[in-house]
């Protein structure tokens, strides 16, 4: 009887600590609940101030300092959301179907999708020219006027296609004249360099690395037609500039501010486009000889895109079903007021 009696009592002692511990700690339980429900108000409250922009870029040199915006953004008190897309048209699909606020191409796409009807908006420009017509070292070609019965490589939806086609019209070329082969950026080096075809219309970096390694040699930098030098463009969806105006205008301080770097620092820019872009593909030789022929910049007009516009009508690239006037959807406003504040020209 002793002994259990005293088994009960052992078993209920356990109890009773147990539920003294409760006791004490239940203060503490409610002040780590309230610290955790503070914590998840900071959090919403932060994420509320720091809007995430959906930005659509694409893996190129001159492109990068639109890519360094994510590096920089909670210091502009914004976050970014960045994607990496394989040409520009498909950077527009994406913004159509509502996955981007805002878009880094080349003005080609941006062009077309608005002939189309697209709700979009130029809202500045990040780098020039960018663009090389180049043969193999065996072709003979030494002008665009020897690009007849060739095969020439092309990427489709690209400011190439509009330079190329413009750079042959001087030459009394027309698309019949040549056997047009479409191929994105990457492709077209590995189809020079296994001389599959005899040449090509690329960007930068990958014109300087055919150029530094052999097996491209430069024919002309298309700079002398009615487009001139080309100016890649920043695009805003309509409803991004129109409903979401404060977070639109961080954003382009945001930008002018990580251009504005890679053109004071050019250190900066080589560093990050070799490193943290190309992973140490693109060596830093061959990125200078690429930024010499895609320098960064914050100039836009609508009278480029006007004319850039015309160009593509002429020799009906984008198949546009109304080309759009461009004095009615080149919108400078914001990158005006970035670069007034930023003091940057």
Sequence with gaps: MHGAKGAIVNQHRPESR??????LLRPLRLAVA?????????????????EVIRVGNLKLAHFAGVSYVKEIASSCGIAVDLKIFAKGPDIMQAMLAGELDVGATASEAAISARGNGAPVYIV????????????????????????????VGV????IQEVLLGAEMAKHGLKAKDVNLIYLGYPDLNQALLQKQVDAIMQTEPQSAQAIARG?????????????????????????????????AAKFMACFVKAQKTFMDEPKTAEKFVTQEVFKGQVTPAEFQEALANSPYTLEMSADHIQKTTDVMAEHGIGKMAKPAKAADWVKLDLLETAKSAAGAK
């Design 18 to 23: 147990l539920f003294g511990r409760s006791a």
């Design 34 to 50: 309230a610290a955790a429900a503070l914590a998840a108000g900071l959090t919403v409250h932060n994420a509320a101030a720091q």
């Design 124 to 151: 500045g420009g990040f780098a020039k020219g960018g663009a090389r017509l180049l043969a193999t070292p065996e072709s003979g070609i030494k002008s665009a006027a020897d690009l007849k019965g060739k095969k």
């Design 155 to 158: 990427t489709r939806g690209s």
């Design 215 to 247: 097996f491209g040699v430069e024919v002309v930098k298309p700079y002398d037609t009615p487009v001139g030098t080309p100016i890649r463009t920043l695009v805003m969806t309509e409803k991004f500039y129109t409903e979401h105006a404060p977070a």
